[in-house]
């Protein structure tokens, strides 16, 4: 997980394309300036980035299943829910899954968790627009093959 | 038995948290009810699920932005419940 770099996500443990749900781990990092400040003397992982860790968890997911045809920007989050305090160094994983896929917009749902117990969940809407520009599509196929997805196989 | 226009009507009531009275079948989703794009969305999933259908946004907004529909059609409740049902209908046969 690089906070800085809002890439929350360290590896793709599994995927199943089919059954429509993805499986994503990532270890909060020990240090970071984000740190500094959520809190001074106690160092808690921000909700918000929870929040993230989910949207991307599951926006690479809906990117697999559409081919990568388009980007999945995240506009709404419903029912989020933070069952536990995420620390650095913490461990987590994040199982996600498309519950519908509507006309324009994908609608998903997540949990993140830590040694097996829930430590977040949310209900994720996502709009379904044309990649910004060409540049930005491939930084975004960079950033997907860094996390080892298919992205060649997938939009040959 | 609830028509397709009750049932659109309380998933914008319910949804949107617009009094149902004031949902009328002559309302304008947008222009009347000021439902916003996020909200619609919402409404659209709420709709999917309970009809079974997938109602076509980007084909209808694409029509939209072209000129060659109307949002009268696609998003005044009275249209709106006949494309459902519609949808409904394209997709039993």
Known sequence: ?156 | MSTTYDKVADIIAETCDIPRESIKPDSHATKDLEIDSLDFLDIAFAIDKAFGIKLPLEQWTQEVNDGTASTEKYFVLKNLSTRIDELIAAKGA
């Open chain 1, 1 to 156: 997980m690089r906070l800085e770099y809002f890439q929350m996500i360290d590896r793709i443990v599994e995927v199943d394309l089919d059954a429509r749900r993805l499986r994503a781990a990532c270890t909060v990092p020990k240090e970071s300036p984000i740190f500094e400040g959520h809190f001074p003397t106690y160092p808690l992982m921000p909700g918000v980035l929870l929040i993230e860790c989910m949207a991307q968890t599951t926006g690479w997911l809906v990117c697999m299943l559409g081919r990568f045809s388009a980007m999945p920007f995240l506009a709404g989050v419903k029912e989020g829910k933070f069952r536990t305090l995420v620390f650095p160094g913490d461990r987590l994983e994040f199982d996600g899954s498309v519950v519908h896929e509507g006309s324009g917009y994908t609608i998903a749902e997540c949990v993140g968790r830590r040694d097996g117990k829930k430590v977040c969940d949310a209900q994720l809407t996502f709009r379904i627009m044309p990649f910004p520009s060409p540049q930005f599509r491939e930084a975004f196929f960079a950033w997907g093959e860094r996390l080892e997805l298919p992205i060649k196989e997938l939009v040959r």
